[in-house]
């Protein structure tokens, strides 16, 4: 029997010439990707950033390496992060440019009422939830890529692009905050902090 890896890593090589591995591809990761955006943006972005993640793949701007390390579905996960950043990047220069034109400051478009229906309705319970919120940003994608996007810890980090060991310090410092954290509770939480100087 074929190992299943070793098929998804042909097809992810043949992608970009082979249009059955291109669907095979897309089908295989994009319900991975669409969750991972969906944790970073509007409805509206991460279905951009999903089309232009599988774009990069299919026009060779990106290449998978067969690396001991790196999964397929870690590796597309990378690509539709940075895809996510570039187009962050964009609008931003977008927008100032616009500023500058018209001489007032922009404001940010309100999309937060559908990216929060989506979050409300894969809502952890309420304690873990705020535990999570009192992680630092780098320490909280650590443990959602291995939790909610079944990464390895290894995985994770390349991800975020950094190494390891880094990576599975940071989340080994978010498990112990947040068993700490679901241990006490919320209520005291806070009073601790208020003895604390």
Do not use: C
């Amino acid at each position: 029997m074929p190992d299943p890896s070793s098929s998804r890593i042909a097809d992810l090589e043949r992608a970009p010439l082979d249009p059955d591995a291109a669907e095979r591809v897309y089908r295989a990761y994009a319900d991975d990707v669409l969750r991972y955006l969906l944790r970073h943006a509007s409805p509206d972005e991460a279905a951009d950033a999903l089309a232009a993640t599988f774009e990069d793949i299919l026009d060779r701007r990106a290449r998978f390496r067969r690396t001991a390390h790196t999964s397929p579905r870690a590796w597309i996960i990378a690509v539709a992060r940075r895809r996510l950043i570039d187009m962050r990047r964009s609008q931003f220069r977008e927008r100032a440019a616009l500023g500058r034109l018209s001489g007032s400051r922009l404001l940010e478009p309100d999309d937060y009422a559908a990216l929060n229906e989506r979050i409300d309705a894969m809502r952890l319970a309420p304690a873990l939830e705020a535990a999570i919120a009192e992680l630092t940003p780098t320490e909280s994608e650590m443990f959602l890529l291995v939790v909610s996007d079944e990464l390895s810890p290894s995985e994770a980090a390349k991800v975020l692009g950094t190494s390891a060991v880094a990576g599975r310090n940071r989340l080994s410092r978010a498990r112990r905050h947040l068993r700490a954290y679901l241990d006490s509770g919320p209520a005291a939480t806070s009073a601790d902090a208020e003895v604390l100087p």
